[in-house]
């Protein structure tokens, strides 16, 4: 699909809201306000962003475990309040506060969200089959790191999404560490998409930093599923600017990354690539970026009020909602 | 009213369910054949569409469902052995707790069909009863059957359940007769059902021991012991009111399955009883089960299974005989 400068302009905001609303998450963890854990995707926001935004209704986006799906969840429309009030365990959040850090919300294409890393390929599967029920077109766009990569699920997943030729998008975000362990001696290929050859399927690599390249590769895996053609891989090279979990510390193997490796991989911030393109290119003025990212943060503070004015999650909605 | 087997019976359910709704899909390894003949028929009547072959990816059988789960279709999966569904407990677990864990407003109607059992001589690797792992899944149902009758009622509740539901189907029932009506019917989770009233003793049994249960209540019945069968059917939701007022008529209770006793479903049950009806117990409460061990294979497996002679004892030991 070719992005025209409002498709641009919106992946700027919503990449921008992204990382506005992850902030808001780690600052609620140092005051307290955060009820669980937090897996910061900054960094990532090119790649959360840019292969969910131009996703249609009925599409699903299933987020890995990286950021709680919080790119995902607001490029597919979800209100930052909701995501903010879920952590923060009140009844507001959008799975009514005692998940503790749960994103789901059907009609958004948010199938739900959990922890356990790789839990997400069988369940893509299936989304993918249900699509293919359906006869609509839709699709399934599945995002995993390097480390869920080790899992098995991901074997059985890819063989039955390829030969049943599901319309799924298996999207790798590679930041090259899983936890501590670094992708070099995780991953046994030199580059993950490589396993989409033995699935039969295509597989690319783009760099995860440029919100554009993902959208646009994504784009073509995800006109590749609706014809009915199967899956696709495509894997974004990337990298988290924060811990594995706030509050821990950037460790690759058991060493500390050098200061100079993380600064080096912070000037490729997605969110300072991407605004000095628009500006390079005469696509948006500084003024109109000034005024997305204002609104973001204005966006935030009433939801930060919103959400300290919201009650607790509700005990007898919880107790009864174990089952239909 | 026909006499049909149980075989019949799941595939009766499956049948007019799949005719009802067409949201409803079977998937599973050899499916389309059906390994245990239960499902004969379908894939001719309904394609390939809705009998889903699979690869031998356990896994991704049973996490698919979630997924098809959420987007509105109702799978029903074919585990084959129970004993497999171990392969794919994290996909089981997270079917059961979905819903909980995303807010409560997701439906996740599946089945998990669970062939299973011994006293076939297959061994370690195919003969196990697990009803205890599934009960341990917080959101998940779990249904045990003995007749044709109570098979097909219960199926069809499985499948119009908004939830997961384990479906346990011992290989040794499929060929039992029993009197299944024309017109349909649907048998509601949560009731368990009186097989034989007595007096002086009551049996709770699963399964295939509810057969061994009616048939030693009957040779006792000849000898002047009156012996209450109950059949719980469902274990989640477990309808213990049913148990407790046998248990104050007749003061005596034994509690028979095939899994291991520890940690077994009659652990649970036993612990209810003591806690609902204790004044009421006239002895200790006793428990016939699988011996603490993998089953072994071949007529070695007699040694680990319960037996007849196990019930037996443990009933003439409650009578003080």
């Known amino acids: 699909m070719k992005l025209e400068r409002d498709d641009l302009l919106k992946l700027y905001r919503n990449m921008v809201l992204t990382r506005k609303t992850d902030e808001s998450i780690i600052d609620g963890i140092k005051t307290g306000r955060v009820v669980s854990f937090f897996h910061s995707g900054q960094g990532h926001e090119a790649t959360d962003v840019g292969g969910v935004t131009f996703l249609r209704k009925g599409d699903w986006a299933m987020a890995g475990v990286r950021g709680h799906g919080v790119g995902q969840a607001i490029a597919k429309g979800l209100a930052p309040r909701e995501f903010l009030a879920e952590h923060c365990g009140k009844a507001t959040g959008c799975c009514f506060g005692w998940s503790g850090f749960h994103t789901a919300n059907l009609e958004l294409g948010l199938p739900g969200y959990w922890g356990t890393v790789g839990t997400t390929f069988p369940i893509t599967l299936g989304l993918g089959i249900a699509c293919k029920k359906d006869g609509k077109g839709n699709v399934v766009v599945s995002y995993f790191g390097d480390g869920a990569s080790g899992r098995g699920t991901l074997h059985e997943a890819f063989n039955m999404t390829s030969i049943y030729k599901l319309p799924v998008v298996w999207l790798c975000e590679n930041n090259m560490l899983a936890i501590n362990m670094p992708a070099s001696e995780a991953v046994a290929s030199k580059d993950v998409a490589d396993l989409a050859y033995g699935y039969n399927m295509p597989g690319v690599v783009v760099d995860g930093q440029d919100v554009v390249a993902v959208a646009e590769a994504v784009m073509i895996a995800v006109e590749r599923a609706r014809a009915g053609d199967g899956p696709s891989l495509v894997e974004c090279k990337t990298f988290r600017f924060r811990p594995h979990s706030e509050g821990g510390k950037m460790i690759r193997g058991y060493q500390p990354i050098p200061e100079e490796e993380i600064a080096e991989w912070r000037s490729k911030d997605p969110i300072v690539l991407f605004r000095k393109k628009l500006i390079e290119q005469g696509i948006a003025a500084n003024v109109e970026l000034d005024k997305i990212d204002g609104d973001a943060a204005a966006e935030i503070a009433v939801a930060e009020k919103f959400v300290a004015e919201s009650p607790l999650a509700d005990p007898e909605r919880m107790f009864n909602s174990l089952y239909a | ?321």
Request: with cysteine.
């Open chain 2, 1 to 321: 009213m026909a006499d049909i087997n149980f075989a019949r019976a799941i595939s009766q359910a499956l049948d007019e369910e799949m005719a009802r709704d067409e949201k409803v899909y079977m998937i599973g390894e050899d499916v389309r054949a059906g390994v245990f003949t239960a499902q004969a028929g379908l894939v001719q009547k309904y394609g390939e569409e809705r009998v889903i072959d699979t690869p031998i990816s356990e896994t991704a059988i049973a996490g698919s469902c979630l997924g098809a789960a959420i987007a509105g279709y109702r799978p029903v999966a074919d585990m084959m052995f129970d004993d497999f569904m171990l392969i794919c407990m994290d996909e089981m677990k997270n079917a059961a707790q979905w819903r909980f864990a995303n807010g409560g407003f997701i439906k996740v109607p599946i089945v998990y069909r669970l062939p299973m059992g011994g006293y076939v001589g297959l061994g370690a690797d195919h003969s196990r009863a697990m009803f205890s792992p599934v009960m341990h899944l917080a959101g998940m149902k779990v249904v045990v059957p003995s007749t044709p009758y109570d098979a097909k009622g219960l199926l069809k509740t499985a499948i119009r359940d908004d939830n997961p539901v384990c479906f346990f189907e011992h290989r040794l029932l499929y060929r039992t007769r029993g009197p299944v009506p024309e017109e349909e019917y649907l048998i509601p989770f949560g009731v368990a059902d009186v097989k034989k009233e007595g007096s002086d003793l009551t049996i709770v049994a699963l399964g295939y021991m509810v057969q061994w249960a009616m048939e030693l209540a009957k040779e006792y019945e000849a000898k002047g012991v009156s012996i209450e069968v109950i059949d719980p059917r469902t274990l989640e939701p477990l309808d213990i009111d049913t148990i407790v007022k046998s248990v104050e008529k007749t003061g005596r209770v034994l509690l028979v399955e095939e899994d291991m006793t520890r940690c077994g479903a009659t652990a649970e049950i036993g612990m209810q009883i003591m806690d609902r009806a204790f004044d009421s117990l006239d002895a200790p409460i006793l428990r016939v089960g699988a011996k603490n061990f993998p089953i072994a294979g071949g007529p070695m497996e007699k040694l680990i299974l319960p037996s007849k002679n196990d019930i037996i004892t443990a009933i003439d030991k409650l009578l003080g005989r």
